[in-house]
């Protein structure tokens, strides 16, 4: 058996703002997995994600993407990696379709591969009636598709989703599924904070469960259960019996 290869790996990874946010926090995801990062509110999981995509500097710890150091490094870490906040910005001037070409520009991606992946993303989002009329006229989940198309159109091998499916109604969700899923089909690797607990179900390869900063449970649906000893329970409960277990910060 070959081992997997590892796409994101964090070591000790600790922020502190007024307390301890993210408190020595390991976490490694393989390369192919679609990870889903489970956790209360307040548990840490945008700060930790805020971390490894660079925008916030950790106060200890290491973070490795794709075998590269993403805190000495970290504009090599960006270029295979995208982030997709869960409050994301976008030019309202613009159309779509000007915005995807202006970030495949900032990337320096092949025009005509780049004009192929903007139509592709397009689509697949549900979007291709509307990438000729500006952006300011957007419902806030037809904004949350052009910044995840705008995410997407490097190529990234590594997608990181903070709350990517808040507030979209069941077709654009279904859209945005549907793409990380073919993403995760060609190779990439997915990292996605939810509460939707039925998509994480449904979709994550594996599951990790935050409390206070630290990973307070890891694996398939099927190690989760095995882990609290119940077969055949639903992840709302055994995701609700790890958090009221899960022992307070030091
Ligand atoms: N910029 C900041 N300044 C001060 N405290 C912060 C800041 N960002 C996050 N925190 C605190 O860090 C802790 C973790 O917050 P974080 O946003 O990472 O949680 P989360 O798991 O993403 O929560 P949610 O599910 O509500 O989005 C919280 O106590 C939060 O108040």
């Not at 502190?16 to 840490?44: H, I, P, Q, S, W």
């Not at 005509?112 to 992946?117: D, F, L």
């Not at 291709?128 to 500006?134: L, S, T, Y």
């Not at 989703?161 to 073919?182: C, F, I, M, N, Y």
Request: glycine fraction near 8%; aromatic fraction near 4%.
């Amino acid at each position: 058996m070959t081992t997997p290869t590892s796409v994101l790996e964090v070591r000790g990874l600790t922020k502190r703002f007024d307390r301890v946010a993210v408190d020595a926090l390991d976490l490694t995801v393989y390369a192919g997995e679609f990870y889903a990062l489970l956790g209360a509110n307040g548990a840490g999981k945008t700060t930790t994600l805020r971390m490894v995509a660079g925008l916030l500097p950790p106060d200890a710890g290491m973070i490795a993407i794709a075998g590269r150091d993403a805190l000495a490094d970290p504009v090599a870490a960006k270029q295979v990696m995208a982030w997709v906040s869960d409050e994301p910005m976008i030019y309202d001037k613009l159309t779509p379709r000007e915005y995807l070409e202006f970030i495949a520009g900032l990337w320096g991606c092949d025009p005509r591969i780049a004009e192929q992946s903007a139509e592709d993303l397009l689509l697949s989002l549900g979007l291709a009636a509307h990438q000729h009329e500006r952006c300011e006229g957007f419902s806030k989940g037809m904004r949350q598709k052009v910044a995840l198309a705008g995410a997407l159109v490097h190529d990234p091998r590594l997608i990181i989703l903070d709350e990517p499916l808040t507030g979209l109604d069941a077709v654009s969700a279904r859209h945005v599924k549907g793409l990380l899923q073919g993403r995760v089909r060609d190779g990439c690797t997915v990292i996605m904070t939810t509460h939707i607990l039925e998509v994480a179900e449904r979709m994550a390869d594996r599951i990790g469960v935050i409390a206070q900063g630290r990973l307070i449970a890891e694996g398939t649906l099927a190690e989760l259960r095995q882990k609290i000893g119940q077969s055949d329970t639903s992840l709302e409960d055994m995701f609700v019996a790890l958090i009221e277990n899960a022992p307070a910060a030091a």
